[in-house]
């Protein structure tokens, strides 16, 4: 099982004046059980934008914030809407739900199963990753983050960050952004590592293992620049500067499974009587699939 974007989900209290962490609790039974991966959801604590088919919500947001509201039917059976969202180090909530995010992945036992994200854009950009490795890999960039907060005093009381010392290495790194989630996704074969006859995707940073920055926005520069991107085999990426576009694939899965014409007539019916779109406008072909690799299933053997 995934739980995804793990910081929403991972709040105690029953009101904003009580709001605080629990991702010890969370992440002592993620811990405990091997069946389970999770991906952060890291707040980056910027000006972002909320993205989400759940119309009612993002309506909720717009009323919190009162910043304009975008939303649009297609082919949908909710309403996809986006809200302009800013999460400050002046507001309790934004920066407690901050630390929510990083005491997740400082207190996962396995980086092969807790992912590095920021649930694009709602808790923040993805362009952010490297600020949140500096935040992981470094207990003075947490620390010199905090001091910026307004209410520091009860964020420390409401999480547990302040008393983390925990820092992670590259080798971490690696596992809860490349290797990791290829596991995850069952493509462990392909990506994720670099032994023979993986796929040649390979990134190289300016940085030495042996010899690491003290200084973490040197670690956040040298992630936000890849010295050297290789992809399928093609440098496609030198001193930060995109050198070449090789072809894309589009990777799909391929599932058989038993057939069950009972479930299909039940699912068929059941669209027709509740859904305002047919069952049809979820179906992709071929002409949708550019450049396939596919990866077969079979759990009919």
């Given amino acids: 099982m995934h739980v995804t974007h793990l910081q929403f989900h991972a709040y105690g209290g029953d009101s904003w004046a009580n709001f605080e962490s629990r991702s010890k609790d969370v992440m002592d039974y993620v811990n405990a059980h091997d069946n389970i991966t999770v991906d952060m959801g890291q707040v980056t604590l910027d000006e972002t934008t909320t993205m989400t088919a759940d119309g009612p919500f993002e309506h909720h947001l717009r009323s919190l914030n009162n910043l304009k509201w975008a939303n649009v039917d297609v082919e949908l059976e909710t309403a996809a809407g986006v809200v302009p969202y800013i999460y400050s180090p002046n ?3 934004c920066t407690i739900q901050w630390a929510v995010g990083l005491e997740i992945a400082l207190l996962a036992k396995d980086p092969m199963r807790t992912f590095i994200t920021t649930d694009h854009p709602n808790a923040g950009p993805f362009t952010r990753y490297p600020r949140v490795i500096a935040w992981l890999m470094s207990r003075a960039a947490r620390d010199a983050t905090m001091k910026t907060f307004k209410w520091l005093d009860k964020t420390i009381a409401a999480t547990s960050i302040d008393g983390i010392d925990r820092e992670l290495d590259l080798y971490e790194i690696a596992q809860m952004t490349r290797a990791g989630p290829a596991r995850a996704l069952g493509l462990a074969h392909m990506y994720g590592g670099l032994a023979p006859g993986m796929d040649a995707d390979v990134a190289v940073y300016a940085l030495n293992p042996e010899d690491m920055p003290s200084d973490p926005a040197a670690i956040e520069n040298a992630f936000s620049r890849c010295a050297l991107l290789v992809k399928d085999g093609v440098v496609t990426v030198r001193d930060g500067e995109v050198v070449a576009e090789p072809a894309k694939r589009t990777i799909w899965v391929d599932v058989k499974v038993p057939e069950n014409t009972q479930v299909q007539r039940d699912i068929y ?25 596919v990866i077969e299933v079979d759990t009919t053997q």
């Fill in 91 to 93: 507001v309790k909530v």
């Fill in 269 to 293: 019916e059941h669209f027709l009587r509740h859904y305002s779109v047919k069952l049809d406008n979820y179906s992709l072909f071929e002409e949708h699939l550019h450049n396939p690799r």
